[in-house]
Nanobody
Framework: QVQLVESGGGLVQAGGSLRLSCAASGNIFRVNAMDWYRQAPGKQRELVATITSSGSTNYADSVKGRFTISRDNAKNTVYLQMNSLKPEDTADYYC???????????????WGQGTQVTVSS
């Protein structure tokens, strides 16, 4: 019923920047909080940043001051601006959203397909 499509990943040098996008589409009544997670090989999936429907944000300590999460509610899209990238930021990045669709009375969790971010030194 809902699809999250990610884009913007790639290979960059340390100190560089990338901007990830994730657009939700489908039978959407309301999109609640939207989040970015990442998972590196051999590690647990980590919450990187979250943003509420009203724009309040939270960040993992490891990215605070370097990453910025934002959203465009008219487009049902969340962004992650990543600056001053470090090799340890290398991971698969996944967007997540809790979405209320017209045919249900409670939100459901949806995930993007993942996008690879590789930071070289």
């Amino acid at each position: 019923q809902v699809q999250l499509v990610e884009s913007g990943g790639g290979l960059v040098q340390a100190g560089g920047s990338l901007r990830l996008s994730c657009a939700a589409s489908g039978n959407i009544f309301r999109v609640n909080a939207m989040d970015w997670y990442r998972q590196a090989p051999g590690k647990q999936r980590e919450l990187v940043a979250t943003i509420t429907s009203s724009g309040s944000t939270n960040y993992a300590d490891s990215v605070k001051g370097r990453f910025t999460i934002s959203r465009d509610n008219a487009k049902n899209t969340v962004y992650l601006q990543m600056n001053s990238l470090k090799p340890e930021d290398t991971a698969d990045y996944y967007c997540h959203a809790a979405v209320l669709v017209y045919t249900t009375s409670r939100p459901h969790d949806y995930w993007g397909q993942g996008t690879q971010v590789t930071v070289s030194s």
